[in-house]
């Protein structure tokens, strides 16, 4: 068999590979393919895209920087580069990749949209908001350059435009959870408090809950040791990752995997918890615009956060999330027994992320070893760091919706 059948065999088994979301043996038989075939663009691009979903970075951007040695106008190799180096940190370069997709092909898909967000990561605001309305007047439901057109909007200081994309955004998808977050931030900087805090319902949608100790634990103490024994020694655990909001800590990756040790213990509690939550909200607020799009079906993304003193997680919300919860294994005698709100969660701080000036709707809650706290994806949220040597370990999870097939 010549090398370029037995590459095309390893694309397509690569591409089935990455279909079913095992990007390693996916990225694996590209690697294959590109080493047989070294002037086919495709099995580089395949490959950078393996090894960006892996979060080798460095490696993807690589392949497709080969992928563009091969053809200079593989416009969507350009493209994917132009967002790695956006992920990198690194948005000049991703402008310079963006403004050739625009040159070369200006109808590529995002292309303006993508532009718009290398201006946006040089602060270059008013050129990020030209593109995203070019993006907007070819594709009118981009949902993408919509969000990122309000984002900009909040921080030039023009709430009542931001409201009104807000409301755009949500005739086109109602059950979107980030135009609610934006929509609270514009309302606050219109005064309209009223408003803002029928989506800010702090009393309503954050639910307390203390687990039960799980089968096989002598009491919740020892689960919670259990907890935090499996979090320390997790294999993903990682100092102030790439794109997070941790800082001065280590956040994990997937914690749900084999072996799963205390946390399936964990995960069995969260579920029994979810569905009782979002019963509570149907009953209490069936109207409100975000209990009425509550997922039928829906599944686990979880992960563990080990501040250590004066670490944070700044002001953030989960936008692929539609509920949120924390719960809370292990905790600093600095944090117990804190007279201010040192090491405690904050919700409702949006001014780092979008700017503004009015004076922020929020509640703090102070964390306890066994409570896990449910609320709504769309909650902007903080912790406030803290003082002492004992670090504070948390294990944070989204409840993803998952479409009905």
């Not at 370069?93 to 967000?117: D, I, Q, Y």
Request: glycine letters at 8%; aromatic letters at 8%.
């Amino acid at each position: 068999m010549r090398p370029s059948d037995t590459a095309a065999d390893l694309l397509r088994e690569g591409a089935a590979l990455a279909r079913r979301g095992d990007l390693t043996r996916a990225a694996a038989a590209f690697q294959q393919a590109a080493a047989l075939v070294p002037d086919a663009p495709q099995a580089h691009f395949n490959l950078g895209n393996a090894q960006a979903g892996l979060g080798q970075l460095d490696a993807a951007a690589a392949a497709f920087g080969r992928a563009l040695a091969a053809d200079p106008g593989f416009v969507p190799a350009r493209n994917n580069l132009g967002s790695l180096r956006l992920r990198q940190q690194r948005p000049a370069e991703a402008l310079a990749e963006f403004e050739r997709v625009v040159a070369t092909e200006p109808g590529f898909p995002h292309a303006h949209h993508n532009l718009g967000a290398a201006l946006q990561a040089l602060d270059r605001l008013d050129e990020a908001a030209a593109a995203y309305r070019r993006a907007l007047e070819r594709d009118p439901a981009d949902l993408g350059a919509l969000n990122d057109l309000c984002i900009v909007q909040m921080k030039q200081g023009e709430p009542a435009a931001a409201l009104e994309l807000c409301e755009r955004y949500l005739a086109l998808s109602p059950a979107n959870r980030k135009p609610l977050a934006y929509k609270a931030a514009a309302l606050i900087e219109l005064g309209r408090r009223d408003k803002a805090a029928l989506l800010l319902d702090f009393e309503r949608l954050v639910f307390r809950h203390r687990i039960a100790t799980p089968d096989g634990h002598a009491s919740r103490e020892a689960f919670d040791s259990a907890l935090v024994a499996h979090v320390l020694g997790h294999p993903t655990l990682e100092y102030e990752p790439r794109d997070k909001a941790t800082r001065g800590g280590y956040q994990s990756g997937e914690l749900m995997v084999e072996p799963k040790g205390a946390a399936g213990a964990l995960e069995a509690a969260i579920r029994d918890a979810v569905p009782r939550y979002m019963a509570r909200l149907r009953e209490a607020l069936p109207d409100h615009p975000f209990v009425a799009h509550l997922p039928q079906r829906w599944r686990l993304a979880t992960w563990a956060v080990v501040l250590k003193a004066q670490g944070q997680q700044g002001p953030h919300f989960h936008p692929d999330g539609y509920v949120s919860g924390v719960y809370y294994a292990r905790l600093p005698q600095a944090v117990k027994n804190a007279a201010g709100d040192a090491g405690c969660i904050e919700f409702g701080r949006t001014a780092e992320h979008l700017g503004g000036t009015g004076e922020p709707m929020v509640e703090t809650i102070r964390p306890e070893e066994g409570l896990m706290l449910l609320f709504p994806s769309y909650f902007y949220h903080r912790t406030i760091p803290f003082q002492g040597g004992e670090p504070r370990i948390c294990v944070a999870f989204d409840v993803l919706p998952v479409d009905r097939a």
